[in-house]
Antibody, heavy 124, light 112 residues
Framework: EVQLVESGGGLVQPGGSLRVSCAASGFTFSSYWMSWVRQTPGKRLEWVAN????????NYVDSVKGRFTISRDNTKNSLFLQMNSLRAEDTAVYYCARRFCGGGTCYPNDFDFWGQGALVTVSS | QSALTQPASVSGSPGQSITISCTGT?????????VSWYQQHPGKAPKLIIY???NRPSGVSDRFSGSKSGDTASLTISGLQAEDEADYYC????????????FGGGTKLTVL
């Protein structure tokens, strides 16, 4: 059974840092692009970042470039998001998500498995 | 503000059909097939129900169907059931300065 389990969320002050993690199991983690997607308190979904199977390609939404870093450890089946210089608008539930491959193609906006989410609150 | 525009809410009675639209611009859809739809029940993670405009992942009911015309994608749910009450989000791959995954603002479906 595919499972994605996030951890590391919490309350942090503006300007602070936090690292969220995602433990993957039930599939060959090293074979998949992985993403972080966040959901704001207003329920808006926003893609944050993704990373290629071997970590050689990473992409970010403009609003987090230079502040967030996505990484992975394929030996530990784990995905990470290091968040620095946090702002109030970064407050959200952070989901890790696996890229879905259907019909022989894998599109960046298709995610077939999601974790349960980690709540990150940025507030003084 | 979301890149893709969806109605905030739709409603229908059991057994009826409803359609949710998802409107963008030409740059919001980097390619024809870059449209997917997600269903989200309260307190749960989103679930992929449509990918590549009109394809259903294994296990998704055939009551869910998708289509696209121009810069508007649509999700149709036929034979509404109480369990369909949820939030629905469209998603695409958009041509910005870089290529980004974008989502619609979400539509709350109420089954009357």
């Amino acid at each position: 059974e595919v499972q994605l389990v996030e951890s590391g969320g919490g309350l942090v002050q503006p300007g602070g840092s936090l690292r969220v993690s995602c433990a993957a199991s039930g599939f060959t983690f090293s074979s998949y692009w992985m993403s972080w997607v966040r959901q704001t308190p207003g329920k808006r979904l926003e893609w944050v970042a993704n990373i290629k199977q071997d970590g050689s390609d990473k992409n970010y939404v403009d609003s987090v470039k230079g502040r967030f870093t996505i990484s992975r450890d394929n030996t530990k089946n784990s995905l990470f998001l290091q968040m620095n210089s946090l702002r109030a608008e970064d407050t959200a539930v952070y989901y890790c998500a696996r890229r879905f491959c259907g019909g022989g193609t894998c599109y960046p906006n298709d995610f077939d498995f999601w974790g349960q989410g980690a709540l990150v609150t940025v507030s003084s | 503000q979301s890149a893709l525009t969806q109605p905030a809410s739709v409603s229908g009675s059991p057994g009826q059909s409803i359609t949710i639209s998802c409107t963008g611009t030409s740059t919001d859809f980097a390619g024809y097939y870059f449209v997917s739809w997600y269903q989200q029940h309260p307190g749960k993670a989103p679930k992929l129900i449509i990918y590549k405009v009109s394809n259903r992942p294994s296990g998704v009911s055939d009551r869910f169907s998708g289509s696209k015309s121009g810069d508007t994608a649509s999700l149709t749910i036929s034979g509404l059931q109480a369990e369909d009450e949820a939030d629905y989000y469209c998603s695409s791959y958009a041509r910005r300065i870089t290529l980004d995954v974008v989502f619609g603002g979400g539509t709350k479906l109420t089954v009357l």
